[in-house]
């Protein structure tokens, strides 16, 4: 079964944004294995998903309306908030500065590179490691019994 599938649908989804993130991060945890993420929002690009649609007059107008409503910046406690001008949005970033401690950042960088060497690369040490011993302790038992490995 896909991933996709466990997630609930948007209208299941609780009203508040922190219980939502709390939820959605916990999913991802569970289905995804990416542990600690305290924004499971992320967003860097895809903009392109929020702007296709069935006709060009849709398009259009979805494309309209995210360019021109304004920017979306974390606030107070982490919640996003809406600004109408870009001066608007850099004094709230000013003003509530996001800081990732260098403990997260190792963190993160230790859980990125074990996920991207088991599901992307197609490798995990952990089983090469265990190859190895086993390939180790099957030639002593076959040097004992004087038996050549094949």
């Given at each position: 079964?896909?991933?996709?599938?466990?997630f609930?649908?948007?209208?299941?989804?609780?009203?508040?944004?922190?219980?939502?993130?709390?939820?959605?991060?916990?999913?991802?945890?569970?289905?995804?294995?990416?542990?600690?993420?305290?924004?499971?929002n992320?967003l860097?690009?895809?903009?392109?998903?929020?702007?296709?649609?069935?006709?060009?007059?849709?398009?259009?107008?979805?494309?309209?309306?995210l360019?021109?409503?304004?920017?979306?910046?974390?606030?107070?406690?982490?919640?996003?908030?809406?600004?109408?001008?870009?001066?608007?949005?850099?004094?709230?970033?000013?003003?509530?500065?996001h800081?990732v401690?260098?403990?997260?950042?190792?963190?993160?960088?230790?859980?990125?590179?074990?996920?991207?060497?088991?599901?992307?690369?197609?490798?995990?040490?952990?089983?090469?490691?265990?190859?190895?011993?086993?390939?180790?302790?099957l030639?002593?038992?076959?040097?004992?019994?004087?038996?050549?490995?094949?």
């Amino acid at each position: 079964m896909p991933t996709y599938v466990q997630f609930p649908d948007y209208q299941d989804l609780p009203e508040d944004e922190l219980e939502r993130d709390k939820l959605l991060s916990g999913l991802v945890e569970k289905y995804i294995g990416i542990t600690g993420l305290k924004q499971p929002n992320v967003l860097t690009c895809g903009q392109c998903a929020l702007v296709c649609g069935p006709t060009m007059v849709e398009r259009a107008d979805r494309f309209h309306m995210l360019s021109e409503s304004g920017l979306v910046v974390p606030g107070e406690n982490g919640r996003m908030t809406h600004c109408d001008t870009y001066e608007e949005a850099m004094e709230i970033k000013k003003k509530y500065p996001h800081r990732v401690s260098r403990t997260e950042m190792k963190a993160d960088q230790k859980h990125l590179t074990k996920i991207f060497t088991k599901r992307y690369f197609g490798f995990e040490p952990k089983s090469i490691w265990q190859d190895f011993t086993y390939q180790r302790k099957l030639k002593k038992a076959a040097k004992e019994k004087g038996v050549t490995p094949g």
